[in-house]
């Protein structure tokens, strides 16, 4: 483990999730045969200090809004989060394109969960047999 001194205090160093890291979870994700989502791509993101970071973008027929999924900042306590960008536009669908805009929106929440549960098993398995700032 890396520690990086701070005022009166130790700060964890943690690892990021790469687009490569992304990337193979995405495609673990359907592999498993879960409902497919019918656009899903991991695009570069501009990380802190030029890292390697991703961010996984989806589109959904009949719906022109960008969506992505993003895990929360290095170090923080939340959990993945989903993104509806704004629209300027209304837009009117029927009732069979509602139908299969909720099997999409069920598979985006669906592979949400799952990148939270592969980001907290990859700092599980980043902090097993590290020493804690208490070791020390």
């Known amino acids: ?16 999730r790469t687009l490569i890291i992304l990337q193979s ?11 497919a989502l019918s656009s899903i791509r991991v695009i570069p993101q501009d990380g802190a200090a030029g890292a390697d970071t991703g961010l996984v973008a989806v589109r959904i027929p ?3 809004t960008v969506i992505y999924i993003e895990p929360p900042p290095r ?6 989060t989903i993104t509806f960008e704004p629209r300027e536009e209304a837009v009117t669908l ?3 394109a ?22 907290e098993a990859f700092l599980a398995e980043y902090h097993r047999d590290r020493p804690t700032p208490s070791d020390s």
């Open 25 to 35: 979870w995405v495609d673990e994700f359907g592999d498993r045969g879960a409902p």
């Open 1 to 16: 483990m890396i520690f990086v001194s701070g005022p009166a205090s130790w700060r964890w160093k943690l690892p990021f």
């Open 98 to 119: 509602v139908a299969r805009m909720a099997v999409e929106v069920t598979a985006l929440a669906d592979l949400c969960m799952f990148l939270q549960q592969k980001s």
């Open 62 to 64: 009949d719906s022109p």
């Open 94 to 96: 029927g009732a069979h």
């Open 75 to 80: 170090g923080s306590p939340l959990e993945w």
